[in-house]
């Protein structure tokens, strides 16, 4: 979700989204990512008809210094069906997860609160670290 908030310039979210990713770019952090979020952001590109946007996004996602998209391997798609088993959140979302534990991340940053449940996960709200609506 923070790749698509970025990349749609959401107005809540691409000023924190920037943040995070001028620290991937410049070195002071690295990310990760489970492949399935190529999927996520390509789809309202590829939904609206722009072909160009998606190979904007295809290309940004896969050469974004200092970000590593992982694939899904037998050990994450398990790893997922354990959390999925055990926190019942969709699927997709138990594949980040799982996929950030594999790689050893120290944080995971999504606006999704449920997340918070999911034990192994240093987890980053971005509604908690923006500036209140006024």
Do not use: C
């Not at 698509?4 to 690295?30: D, F, K, M």
């Not at 998606?54 to 391997?73: G, Q």
Request: hydrophobic share 50%; proline share 5%.
């Amino acid at each position: 979700m923070v790749f698509i908030y970025h990349l749609q310039e959401h107005p809540r979210y691409s000023a924190a989204t920037q943040v995070l990713l001028a620290a991937w770019e410049g070195g002071s952090h690295r990310g990760v990512a489970s492949v399935i979020s190529l999927a996520e952001v390509l789809v309202k590109p590829l939904r609206d008809g722009n072909a160009g946007a998606a190979e904007d996004y295809r290309r940004l996602l896969t050469t974004f210094p200092n970000l590593r998209l992982l694939e899904v391997n037998q050990s994450i798609a398990e790893a997922a069906a354990q959390l999925r088993a055990a926190y019942g959140l969709p699927m997709p979302d138990m594949i980040q997860a799982a996929t950030a534990v594999a790689a050893g991340a120290t944080g995971f940053v999504t606006n999704d609160p449920a997340f918070r449940r999911v034990e192994g996960l240093e987890v980053l709200i971005l509604d908690d670290v923006i500036q209140p609506r006024r």
